[in-house]
């Protein structure tokens, strides 16, 4: 089955920095990769997410990369504010195309602790 | 997206006693999921929510244990039963509207077990 490591487990930026957090998958059908961001006692939240037949998707401060060959993945943060400490979790799974197809759960990293500093 | 609720918030539960946690979403979605997160975990998934029918567990995870209802599109629960000190976890609601959709989680129930 999937397996998806994530890279690193804790990671401390000064805010205005950039903030890159990196995912590596092993199923090669594994099409659609959210990320998400859990802040302290809630749920997750996601923030982005990106299709296999993409690149690389933004939202504003946000974007996240896709390199299918190498089955690696990134989310980049620019501009880190203190707003942005948080733990964030990859996941990848097989999502049916418009066509149809299979339908895979969400499989996820195991998170990485990002703190901002003011 | 969806708002998802979730109760209780919170709970401290006595070892070998029962909790039922409801899930309440505001609009009809296809798909529901429980999920646990142990402290300072990632997400598990415990089994996919089927209306009507039984619900489907992961490896892992059985029914004895872990009893799931779904009786509409928009409501499920999940009862944690007989509880030991290891299940102290926060246990998570999550939704899709479709095969196709993201997913969206609930903000959680924060169970402690004494």
């Known amino acids: 089955g999937e397996n998806v490591e994530q890279h690193p487990s804790t990671l401390s930026v000064q805010e205005g920095d950039s903030a890159v957090i990196k995912c590596t998958y092993s199923?090669?059908?594994?099409?659609?990769f959210p990320w998400y961001k859990q802040e302290l006692g809630k749920g997750p939240q996601l923030i982005i997410d990106?299709?296999?037949?993409?690149g690389e998707k933004k939202d504003q401060r946000i974007a996240v990369t896709l390199n299918k060959t190498a089955k690696h993945f990134s989310l980049h943060i620019t501009e880190t504010q203190p707003e942005d400490s948080a733990v964030y979790f990859c996941?990848?799974?097989?999502?049916?195309?418009?066509?149809?197809?299979?339908?895979?759960?969400?499989?996820f990293g195991k998170g990485t602790k990002l703190s901002v500093k003011p | 997206s969806a708002v998802i609720s979730q109760k209780p918030s919170r709970d401290i539960c006595q070892r070998g006693t029962s909790l039922t946690i409801q899930c309440q979403v505001d609009?009809?979605?296809?798909?529901m999921f429980w999920y646990r997160q142990q402290p300072g975990q990632s997400l598990t998934l415990i089994a996919t929510?089927?209306?009507?029918?039984?619900?489907?567990?992961e490896s892992g995870f059985v029914i004895d244990k872990f009893p799931i209802s779904r009786p509409n599109l928009t409501f499920s629960t999940l009862t944690v039963s007989n509880m030991s000190p290891e299940d102290s976890s926060i246990y998570l609601c999550?939704?899709?509207?479709?095969?196709?959709?993201?997913?969206?989680f609930g903000p959680g129930t924060r169970l402690t077990v004494l």
């Open positions: 999550s939704v899709r509207f479709s095969l196709k959709d993201t997913q969206y």
């Open positions: 929510a089927n209306q009507g029918s039984e619900a489907t567990y």
């Open positions: 199923d090669s059908a594994s099409n659609y």
């Open positions: 990106i299709r296999s037949n993409v």
């Open positions: 996941a990848a799974s097989i999502h049916p195309s418009n066509y149809g197809g299979s339908q895979g759960n969400l499989i």
């Open positions: 609009s009809q979605v296809t798909m």
